[in-house]
């Protein structure tokens, strides 16, 4: 498995050059927007199959320059979204004048919307057993007629060969044109890195999305978002787990962007 994380081999029919980025502390992040995004998906989501995408925030961007392997994870799939205010607000100001925040529920909600319209297939690989049987129930009476083809949440341990064997085909066998996968960085990433090329449908690592789709906890109001303080409402509702992360990678973030010009 290690292979696939550090070979880079992204699908032969992707050109991957057409995707502006903004190298930030290592990591090439997707110098996009909502739109852009949504328009390429709808228009390569066939040729994308076995492949993954990073939404990738401030914790991700530091973890990645901590951590050699992470970062190459990061930079081995399709693209790494700017999931984060920060790293949006430094691309615009070196230059990128459209890249805007694109984060991972956003993205979830945009292709839901369009899911009947263009018959896509989804799977959701994470999470808890209770959390995606309410991901799949809140998802059918908000978005009828959606094409939810199956749904895994692993075991709390490391998995196996053979039942690691026996995921891959049941996702190949439901031939999704999406995988959702909530795991939490940077374990979703690596499962993704691990999957690739192994699984049919394009991976995406969403992180809370799950929870926020089964209501289980919610997104901060609209304006909020706007002014990149969606990090703060999420440190209001779990501050135990939270604040450690946010006060040791944002001073980091800065410290690093600051000091060593990344």
Same mark, same amino acid.
């Given at each position: 498995?290690?292979?696939?994380?550090?070979?880079?081999?992204?699908?032969?029919?992707?050109? &991957?050059?057409?995707? *502006?980025?903004? #190298? @930030?502390? %290592?990591?090439?992040?997707?110098?996009?927007?909502?739109?852009?995004?949504? /328009?390429?998906?709808?228009?390569?989501?066939?040729?994308?199959?076995?492949?993954?995408?990073?939404?990738?925030?401030?914790?991700?961007?530091?973890?990645?320059?901590?951590?050699?392997?992470?970062?190459?994870?990061?930079?081995?799939?399709?693209?790494?979204?700017?999931?984060?205010g920060p790293l949006s607000t430094v691309g615009r100001h070196r230059g990128n004048k459209?890249?805007?925040?694109?984060?991972?529920?956003?993205?979830?909600?945009?292709?839901?919307?369009?899911?009947?319209?263009?018959?896509?297939?989804?799977?959701?690989?994470?999470?808890?057993?209770?959390?995606?049987?309410?991901?799949?129930?809140?998802? &059918?009476?908000?978005? *009828?007629?959606? #094409? @939810?083809? %199956?749904?895994?949440?692993?075991?709390?341990?490391?998995?196996?060969?053979? /039942?690691?064997?026996?995921?891959?085909?049941?996702?190949?066998?439901?031939?999704?044109?999406?995988?959702?996968?909530?795991?939490?960085?940077?374990?979703?990433?690596?499962?993704?890195?691990?999957?690739?090329?192994?699984?049919?449908?394009?991976?995406?690592?969403?992180?809370?999305g799950f929870d926020y789709y089964a209501e289980n906890i919610k997104r901060a109001p609209?304006?909020?978002?706007?002014?990149?303080?969606?990090?703060?409402?999420?440190?209001?509702?779990?501050?135990?787990?939270?604040?450690?992360?946010?006060l040791r990678t944002n001073t980091k973030f800065i410290w690093i962007l600051l000091t060593?010009?990344?």
């Open positions: 498995m290690e292979e696939s994380i550090f070979d880079g081999q992204y699908s032969k029919y992707i050109d &991957k050059s057409e995707i *502006p980025t903004c #190298n @930030i502390l %290592g990591v090439n992040i997707a110098a996009i927007n909502m739109e852009w995004l949504i /328009e390429y998906l709808v228009t390569n989501i066939k040729e994308l199959s076995g492949e993954y995408i990073c939404v990738s925030n401030v914790f991700t961007t530091v973890t990645s320059y901590e951590d050699e392997k992470y970062c190459r994870i990061q930079n081995n799939g399709i693209m790494a979204i700017p999931d984060g459209n890249m805007k925040r694109t984060t991972g529920p956003g993205v979830m909600g945009e292709i839901f919307e369009i899911s009947v319209k263009n018959n896509y297939r989804h799977f959701f690989y994470g999470s808890t057993p209770e959390t995606v049987e309410k991901l799949v129930h809140k998802l &059918k009476d908000r978005y *009828p007629g959606i #094409n @939810i083809v %199956g749904s895994y949440s692993p075991p709390f341990k490391k998995l196996n060969k053979q /039942e690691d064997l026996k995921i891959i085909e049941l996702i190949n066998d439901a031939n999704p044109d999406f995988i959702w996968v909530g795991l939490g960085a940077p374990k979703q990433e690596r499962w993704m890195a691990e999957h690739q090329g192994k699984v049919k449908g394009l991976m995406l690592g969403v992180g809370a609209e304006w909020m978002q706007r002014m990149n303080l969606e990090w703060l409402y999420r440190l209001m509702q779990e501050p135990r787990r939270l604040f450690g992360r946010y060593k010009k990344k």
